[in-house]
């Protein structure tokens, strides 16, 4: 990860004159301007990680209009800034600068892949700018962030942890993890192949290069260790060419993979053959609750990811946050110090209305916010607790639901 000091990006963001101008700018006016508060959104329209780009947009604007039908945040509307991270840390940098420097976000929502995550986490704790989440390195949360960072996904090991042990519930007793390097990638293998030696099987793994038009050498080097479970770690693109040529090499054990790279997108690439019986592991949105369904309703889909629902909760939790610290406190730090305050107070009234909850606040009253994406309670390090994951399969080219846990 490149590590940039604060000098650095600030000059290279804006150039001298923009410097000039944020340093002379009173305190409230750094974070926006003085008509509407702004609020980043950093997601990938483009490459490896798109499949929820668009859904994650369209969440986004549903709650700024959620939010502005309601009154704003103490009587100022919220603008949402969406940019594409095109799937790459690099974009993702010149995204953040120009958001951070330029647009003077209060906060930055969406951030979905860990390598994306990790390139822009310190360009927002330096400028005290809140970063909301949805990606799962355990690292990101390890940053020296001074509290500006709040994951709303569970982390790798959780994910890690849930994986290998509904391998184990299939029956496998030798685990190969076949990924692309990611900040992420050891760390499954890592946890994946312990759980499997606990138990007294084997765990091994292979990290490959990325963008590549056939992985059958890697799939090779897997076959000879005899695996009975193939932990799939890559994306859409690359995790389709593995099953791909799994399915050349005459493979028939199990596949399980994580919603990042097996999901619907990739069973409407592939033949049906070829992704028949791959199972996945889907962080769960709150599907049973009345956000959810209202949620749902308003962008017009039959059904949303957990990581859209997370970016809708971005924005309302800015916006909630910012309406408890009151009129004169409008920026990252405001957010940071109120977050917890409107999401996990057991005192508040129980609110997932957004409307509701800024009438709430408006009359002085303390509210906890549970959003489409469930509930919103966060440990010390910002990474938040209590999360449910879908079990999923490819069944005939489809996704089936098998439990949620």
């Not at 859904?55 to 986004?60: G, L």
């Not at 690099?90 to 892949?113: C, F, H, P, Q, T």
């Not at 400028?127 to 996904?153: C, E, M, Q, V």
């Not at 042990?165 to 076949?178: D, V």
Request: glycine residues 10%.
């Amino acid at each position: 990860m490149h590590k940039l000091n604060r000098r650095t990006f600030l000059a290279g963001a804006a150039g001298a004159s923009s410097v000039a101008l944020a340093t002379s700018w009173p305190k409230a006016l750094m974070a926006q301007g003085a008509d509407t508060i702004k609020i980043g959104i950093v997601i990938p329209l483009t490459g490896a990680t798109s499949q929820f780009g668009a859904t994650m947009s369209a969440a986004a604007k549903t709650a700024v209009d959620d939010v502005n039908r309601a009154g704003g945040v103490n009587g100022r509307k919220i603008e949402v800034l969406i940019e594409d991270d095109q799937s790459n840390p690099e974009a993702a940098v010149r995204a953040a600068r120009k958001l951070i420097d330029v647009d003077r976000v209060v906060s930055i929502g969406g951030s979905y892949a860990s390598a994306v995550t990790s390139a822009i986490a310190p360009l927002c704790y330096e400028s005290k700018t809140a970063l909301f989440t949805s990606s799962g390195a355990d690292s990101i949360t390890k940053l020296p962030h001074n509290g500006y960072i709040f994951r709303t996904s569970p982390t790798v090991t959780l994910q890690g942890t849930r994986v290998g042990k509904h391998a184990l519930e299939l029956g496998a007793k030798n685990m190969f993890f076949l990924g692309p390097q990611t900040p992420f990638a050891q760390s499954y293998i890592d946890i994946i192949s312990k759980l499997f030696k606990d138990a007294g099987g084997e765990g091994r793994g292979l990290i490959y290069e990325d963008k590549r038009a056939s992985y059958r050498t890697e799939v090779d080097q897997a076959l000879r260790a005899n695996p009975d479970v193939i932990v799939l770690g890559g994306y859409v693109p690359d995790t389709s060419v593995v099953l791909k040529d799994l399915y050349r090499a005459g493979y028939t054990g199990n596949k399980i993979g994580f919603s990042f790279g097996v999901n619907q997108v990739l069973a409407d690439g592939l033949q049906a053959e070829v992704s028949e019986g791959t199972n996945s592991l889907v962080p769960s949105a709150s599907v049973d609750s009345v956000a959810y369904k209202t949620l749902v309703d308003k962008v017009q889909r039959p059904a949303l990811d957990s990581y859209s629902c997370q970016v809708y909760d971005h924005v309302v939790l800015t916006s909630l946050a910012l309406a408890q610290a009151g009129a004169d406190a409008a920026d990252g730090t405001a957010v940071r110090d109120n977050v917890r305050a409107i999401s996990q107070d057991e005192k508040g009234e129980k609110v997932s209305d957004v409307a509701a909850a800024l009438k709430l606040l408006g009359e002085k009253r303390s509210v906890n916010y549970d959003g489409p994406s469930g509930p919103l309670s966060f440990a010390q390090n910002g990474d938040v607790e209590g999360v449910f994951f879908r079990y999923e399969q490819v069944q005939k080219g489809k996704m089936a639901l098998l439990k949620v846990a």
